[in-house]
């Protein structure tokens, strides 16, 4: 920007909650502002303020209407785009899960790629680039958005909530695998409390088990993308007793507040079993991603992994988790 040689089109890539729309509506801000200076933006003026606002006519943002972007929805911003800007110096169009386009609107996009207006700058967000056209990638500019380190992440979770910031923040932070948009969500949503709950039940035996996998598959609700993020942090915890089964006291484990309970359970269960869990909790999440019923999905994983339960040893720990949860 203060070179003015601010590209054309940019691809933001890197894992989700990382920050890629974030940064993606602060260059939009910076290159319109009329009062920032020195390439930045003041978040005051009325550029700024529209942009946060999404108001601002001379930015259009493009989402997955539905499973994909789709070519109306392409060619309705190419048509925009034929149009004199309305208030400042840069028109911006940020297409988000750029990898949602088929190959129709792909092909679209291309020719506004290849002979883009003046003062016109494109940027494609996504976590997923190899699913984007090579014609695609190869006009833009690639920015690669790498994860946080877990103290950044729990520096900013306490800076983002404030007083709200709970106790779990070092854990989630820890969990979150560098995405602070995770670790953001799961303070937001309680899923951590989710997690115990879910852990507490298959490693409890008992006659009233049945019961219980219905009734928690029913708190658990149908948000497909709340569940996936509950089985993720359900493979941490098995990875966690791999690792303690491997390397002992030595392990480093992410789970930090069941550290001995991945402990006494890696002394108890074989690599088998172990290895089933894992997969067991993949192909539900492969399941889940499908036409299924979620709350089927969920009921049908914990009833196999509870007929071939992770073992006894942690139940007690787990149990305690999930009586303070409830209260």
Sequence with gaps: MRRNRVAHAYLF????????????????KALNCSTGGDADFCDACPSCVMING???????????????????QVRTMQDRMLYTRFLDRYRLVLIDRADAMNLQSANCLLKSLE??????????????????PATIRSRCQRVAFHPLASRQIEE?????RGPEASDA???????????LGRALRWQESGLLGQRLRLLGLIARPGPSLLNAVFDVADDMGEDRACLLELLDLLRLWIRDVMIAKEAGAAAELLNTDLAGEAM????????????EQDRLVAEAQAALQ???NPRLAMENLMLTLTAAPFGRAAEPAMMNH???HTH
């Design 13 to 28: 890539t890197g894992i989700p909650g990382i920050g890629k729309m974030t940064v993606a509506r602060s260059l939009a």
């Design 169 to 179: 923040s070092p854990l989630s932070s820890r969990l979150a695998g560098g995405s």
């Design 156 to 160: 900013s979770l306490r800076e983002l």
């Design 322 to 324: 999930r009586a303070v």
């Design 290 to 292: 499908g036409p299924v």
């Design 115 to 132: 002979e883009p207006p003046g003062n016109t700058v494109m940027i494609l967000i996504t976590s997923l680039p190899y699913r984007i």
């Design 54 to 72: 999404g108001t601002h006519p001379d930015l259009q943002t493009i989402e997955p209407d539905g499973d994909f972007i789709k070519i109306a």
């Design 264 to 275: 006494a359970m890696a002394r108890t269960i074989s690599w088998p079993r172990l290895f």
